[in-house]
């Protein structure tokens, strides 16, 4: 059997293979609804073979939202959509994963085929964003308001309403997104955190937030569903956030009882250079897996089928998560299964189209 279609188990949930649908931000709803775009964005990757699908990241605040279209679960007229929606995918034999996301800084943005910019927090559709420290992404930004301590209490009440709306919408992974410069990441990495209080400073300090964070959603999410996270393993900048001090965050997870780390990298410094190329991040999911025992995703410029399985077969990580690929091809685990010589599952509606 091709090391891709293994099954895994992960406490009570059973993935039929290890390609994952990667969280991509569709910027499509309107007050944080989910729609019919989301079902079938969602939905087909889902026929398409994949193990888990995980939404984009779904912002636990209104003021969480990267732009104004982001998908969101800050009330409870949120989750009936996205009950459809999971209802579909466990349908056709995959599992529903959600992202749970706070933008931090980033956040009040312009989808980015309107260019992506800052918006302004006195213009229309615009906000103060919220960050560990007041200053902003670009020297050219508003700059954000540091949380006080009462702001970071929402902040984990927000993140715990957030995973018990997720439970009742059917979902049975969630990922924390702890990467690419939004507000978890901001808490982390020493480039955007100067906070002297218990929340800054020290390494213990600067991921504190996120062992809050991920101590009260597990007040609510039940012990036998996966809880992932997702990190920027490096800052890729001078000074910043290292491999080293992802190891020893994903050890931390571990006995916190963090089921997967999933291992990007990136997004809190405009400027840095990052070395693309193909399966770029990879490593970073080795060096954790290695170093902690922990269970790692690699993400990254990972495109073709054989690269996949090697990653898999090899002992890199336990789980591949395709983003971009999945754009061009929803299908992509069925041509993997082919290319590898795999029998799998087609839906049968499709499959007079079999290879
Ligand atoms: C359209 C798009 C939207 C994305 N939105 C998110 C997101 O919501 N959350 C997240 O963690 N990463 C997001 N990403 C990053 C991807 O999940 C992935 O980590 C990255 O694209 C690298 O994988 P790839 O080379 O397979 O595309 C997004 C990427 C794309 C292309």
């Given at each position: ?180 410069g ?7 990495s020493?480039l ?40 920027s393993?490096t800052d890729w900048t001078e000074?910043g956030w ?23 990298s990136g997004g809190n410094v405009a400027t840095a250079k990052i070395p ?80």
């Amino acid at each position: 059997m091709a090391h891709l279609f293994s099954p895994l188990k992960i406490k009570s949930i059973e993935f039929k293979n290890r390609i994952i649908v990667s969280p991509m931000c569709e910027y499509s709803s309107e007050d944080g609804f989910a729609n019919d775009w989301h079902l079938v964005h969602l939905g087909s990757r889902a026929i398409g073979g994949a193990a888990l699908v995980i939404t984009e990241a779904t912002a636990v605040s209104a003021e969480g939202r990267i732009s104004p279209g982001d998908l969101g679960i800050w009330k409870d007229e949120h989750i009936e959509k996205l009950k459809q929606i999971t209802d579909f995918i466990h349908q056709y034999g995959s599992v529903a994963g959600i992202q749970l996301a706070h933008a931090g800084r980033k956040a009040s943005h312009e989808v980015p085929w309107k260019g992506g910019a800052q918006i302004a927090s006195n213009k229309e559709n615009g906000w103060r964003s919220l960050a560990p420290s007041a200053m902003p992404f670009t020297a050219s930004e508003e700059a954000p308001i540091e949380l006080d301590k009462q702001g970071i209490e929402k902040i984990k009440a927000d993140f715990k309403a957030a995973a018990e709306r997720a439970l009742k919408a059917g979902f049975k992974v969630i990922e924390l997104h702890g990467a690419h410069g939004y507000l978890i990441h901001e808490f982390y990495s020493p480039l955007s955190n100067h906070r002297t209080d218990e929340y800054g400073g020290s390494f213990e300090n600067r991921i504190r937030l996120l062992l809050e964070v991920t101590e009260s959603v597990k007040e609510v999410w039940p012990d036998e569903y996966p809880l992932f996270v997702r990190i920027s393993s490096t800052d890729w900048t001078e000074g910043g956030w290292t491999a080293d001090d992802s190891s020893a965050l994903a050890k931390i997870l571990k006995d916190k009882g963090i089921d997967l780390v999933d291992c990007s990298s990136g997004g809190n410094v405009a400027t840095a250079k990052i070395p693309l190329k193909p399966g770029y991040q990879v490593e970073f999911a080795e060096k954790l897996r290695k170093e902690t025992g922990i269970l790692t995703g690699a993400v990254g410029l990972i495109t073709e089928p054989e690269q996949a399985d090697e990653i898999i077969k090899s002992g890199q990580a336990d789980v591949v998560l395709l983003a971009r690929e999945f754009l061009r091809d929803p299908y992509f685990p069925l041509r993997a299964a082919h290319q590898l010589g795999q029998e799998v599952k087609w839906p049968s509606q499709y499959e007079r189209a079999k290879w």
